[in-house]
């Protein structure tokens, strides 16, 4: 059953425990730009039951939910990195436990990679998450995700990318790379090919292999 929480700073989010009742460690999921939809209470629970997780997923535009995607598109100037990094460990604190991985998709695997500079999470794993800020997203609240990434004492990264994404384009993943991030590229994949099997860019043993890679990742293996 997803439960309905409230962070600390007032960011609603969703939290899913295991079936099992017994989790073994803590999960928090940065959701792409549309923010919680039934999609991510499904992948909450999912990953939850199959790993033994609890997981969090905290709304990236708080307040605001009812955003439309061009809206949310020109709304990304005003984000501001210690909000969106602070409710991810917020977040983590939810989970209860220790030991807590971190995924994000699209705009969340931008964030993904900043929050890995906070040490706070176990491994976190950024699905095609913009490398550097986009153009049309810059100000001075966002910060560089390489810079955080190259933090000391930061946290290790698995970056999953498609070769026809224009988010990621190859000499950022190749930048990515040389700090020492895991990166595994996905031939002719374009953005969001993983999470959202509405999408057209969908592509279903590419995504099946990139979670089988991530929850390895995430499991220390």
């Known amino acids: 059953m997803i439960e309905h929480v409230t962070l600390p700073s007032g960011v609603p ?49 708080p307040g605001r939910e009812q955003m439309k995607l061009d809206e949310r598109m020109a709304a990304m100037t005003g984000l ?64 560089g995700p390489l810079d955080a990434v190259t933090t000391p004492g930061a946290s290790p990264v698995l970056a999953i990318v498609g070769t026809n994404d224009p988010y990621t384009p190859a000499g950022d993943v190749d930048d990515l790379e040389a700090t020492g991030a895991e990166v595994v590229r996905y031939e002719g994949a374009e953005h969001g090919f993983v999470h959202d099997p509405s999408r057209p860019a969908h592509r279903p043993d590419d995504a099946a292999d990139a979670w089988r890679r991530a929850i390895a990742f995430l499991d220390g293996r």
Do not use: H
Request: aromatic residues 8%.
């Open 80 to 143: 501001v990195d210690g909000t969106q990094v602070g409710a991810l460990v917020e977040a983590a604190d939810a989970t209860g436990a220790e030991r807590v991985g971190l995924v994000g998709f699209c705009m969340g695997g931008m964030y993904a990679l900043k929050a890995s500079g906070t040490g706070r999470f176990s491994r976190c794993v950024a699905f095609y998450g913009m490398i550097r800020v986009p153009e049309d997203w810059q100000s001075e609240g966002q910060g």
């Open 13 to 61: 989010a969703r939290l899913a425990r295991p079936a099992s009742g017994e989790a073994t460690a803590g999960l928090v999921i940065a959701p792409d730009i549309g923010g919680l939809r039934p999609l991510f209470d499904d992948l909450c629970q999912r990953l939850a039951d199959e790993n033994g997780w609890v997981v969090c997923a905290p709304e990236p535009f």
